[in-house]
Structures are given as structure tokens and as C-alpha cells.
Nanobody
Framework: QLQLVESGGGLVQPGGSLRLSCAAS????????IGWFRQVPGKAREQVSC??????YYADSVKRRFTISGDNAWTAVYLQMNSLKPADTAVYYC?????????????????????WGRGTQVTVSS
């Protein structure tokens, strides 16, 4: 069973940067679609990014600030977050899905991801 563990969250000042990691135990992720989501209490979960075999997706709210990538062995996927804003404060989750759809389908058709991590808190505040 694929298990995902997020790390790298924390408290950062506005304008700062964080890099979130999503590590897979015993699996390589290169054949999965990997999504990063965030959720604030009382609000719907938002998909902020996705990567699948070189295809990437970014929500408008994070374009040109966030970058998704995988390590050389595809045992971890990263979300580099720059120019952070207070509005980026949320719990960030990574998710993986083996069904093989392109990232655009996961967003437009809200195709569910099969595997989820437990999340890491990101707080942007001065």
C-alpha cells in the first residue's frame, strides 16, 4: 500500500519561501499523478498543483509562485513555494493516483486521488 508523508511546513513571513516534500514509502511515483492540495477550516479543499509524467498544473492563485517537481528517483515530489502570502496559509496535502489521467482531467473532472498524506501546516504571518 502506497503511503505518503508530507513535510516542510512551518511558519514563514509574507514574501518568504518554503519547500514541501511528499515522500513515498517503498514506491516510485513516476507512474502516478501527484497532486498538492490545501485546505483551510470551513472552506473547500483546493487543488493547487499536479504533476504527471512531465505535465504540470497550477491553480491561478499560485501560478508563477509555486513549482512542483520530483526527485531523480521519483520517490519524492516537492512543492517549492515562493513569494508566500497570508492567503496561502492552510494545511497542505499531497495525493497520488495510479489511474493514468492527465493532470488537466483531475482538475476539470475532479477525478479522485486514491492515496493521501496526512498534511503539513503552512502558516504565513508576520
Amino acid at each position: 500500500q502506497l503511503q505518503l508523508v508530507e513535510s516542510g511546513g512551518g511558519l514563514v513571513q509574507p514574501g518568504g519561501s518554503l519547500r514541501l516534500s511528499c515522500a513515498a514509502s517503498g514506491f516510485t511515483l513516476n507512474y502516478y499523478a501527484i497532486g498538492w492540495f490545501r485546505q483551510v477550516p470551513g472552506k473547500a479543499r483546493e487543488q493547487v498543483s499536479c504533476i504527471k509524467r512531465g505535465q504540470t498544473y497550477y491553480a491561478d492563485s499560485v501560478k508563477r509562485r509555486f513549482t512542483i517537481s520530483g526527485d531523480n528517483a521519483w520517490t519524492a515530489v516537492y512543492l517549492q513555494m515562493n513569494s508566500l502570502k497570508p492567503a496561502d496559509t492552510a494545511v497542505y496535502y499531497c495525493a497520488a493516483d495510479p489511474k493514468g489521467y492527465p493532470c488537466s482531467d483531475y482538475v476539470s473532472r475532479t477525478i479522485p486521488y486514491d492515496y493521501w498524506g496526512r498534511g503539513t501546516q503552512v502558516t504565513v504571518s508576520s
